[in-house]
């Protein structure tokens, strides 16, 4: 699967949208772009992924680039609660499927 | 959406004795559960792949006859941690996947083992 580059941190005031960076440049053709989150001592939570469209459900939207390099999570209205480590991953499906977390970016949302 | 519980949520044991942690999917049933594990300040580590029937595969370094994972149903797998030792002090979290076209997996919350 391919690498993904993340900022390691950022901060978002409560209430504006956070926009979250995923640089993929090595993606191949049938690798989904996939979004977890963790807030502190807690399991990942599933956020939302794409493979070419743009995406959006009720947590988040996912913006992909045209040549599928990179990506940007968008928390239309960030809160207090979406304060956590969000993990971006490159996965192809139709292989063993094995989620391989990077670093992540550690957003802060403030009041 | 999916519901995996794990448990215990927090388990504290004296180095060499054994420990299991369960994890379930209760809404669904999942062929595929993984085992990971996390250090203070660090990301998740796969430890193993948990396949319903057949042995676990587990990732380089993973030492299997020390965490030991049986997958005995579609709804449940556990991870024995054999002779604990404090370095095995961790937060063990595991994951089902949907095995539907887009593949996504849920995480339990999560097992916080302190080994004394």
């Known amino acids: 699967d391919a690498k993904t580059t993340q900022p390691p941190s950022m901060d978002c005031a409560e209430g504006r949208a956070a926009n979250l960076p995923c640089n993929h440049s090595?993606?191949?053709?049938?690798?989904?772009v996939y979004w977890y989150r963790q807030i502190h001592s807690q399991g990942p939570q599933y956020i939302i992924h794409?493979?070419?469209n743009n995406e959006t459900n009720e947590m988040a939207s996912l913006i992909i680039t045209e040549d599928r390099k990179s990506s940007t999570l968008i928390l239309p209205h960030a809160t207090l609660r979406d304060t956590a480590v969000y993990y971006c991953?490159?996965?192809?499906?139709?292989?063993?499927?094995?989620?391989?977390f990077g670093t992540g970016t550690r957003l802060q949302v403030t009041l | 959406g999916a519901v995996v519980s794990q448990h215990p949520s927090r388990v504290i044991c004296k180095s060499g004795t054994s420990v299991k942690i369960e994890c379930r999917s209760l809404?669904?049933?999942?062929?595929?559960m993984f085992w990971y594990r996390q250090f203070p300040k660090q990301s998740l580590m796969l430890m193993a792949t948990?396949?319903?029937?057949?042995?676990?595969?587990?990732e380089q370094g993973v030492e299997k006859d020390k965490f030991l994972i049986n997958h005995a149903s579609l709804t449940l797998s556990t991870l024995t941690v054999t002779s604990a030792h404090p370095e095995d002090s961790s937060f063990y979290i595991c994951?089902?996947?949907?095995?539907?076209?887009?593949?996504?997996?849920?995480f339990g919350p999560g097992t916080r083992l302190t080994v004394t």
């Open positions: 809404d669904f049933q999942a062929t595929t």
């Open positions: 948990s396949n319903e029937g057949s042995k676990a595969t587990y």
């Open positions: 991953i490159a996965l192809n499906t139709g292989t063993a499927s094995k989620l391989t």
């Open positions: 794409g493979l070419k």
């Open positions: 090595t993606i191949s053709g049938n690798e989904y």
């Open positions: 994951s089902a996947r949907v095995p539907r076209s887009s593949y996504e997996q849920y």
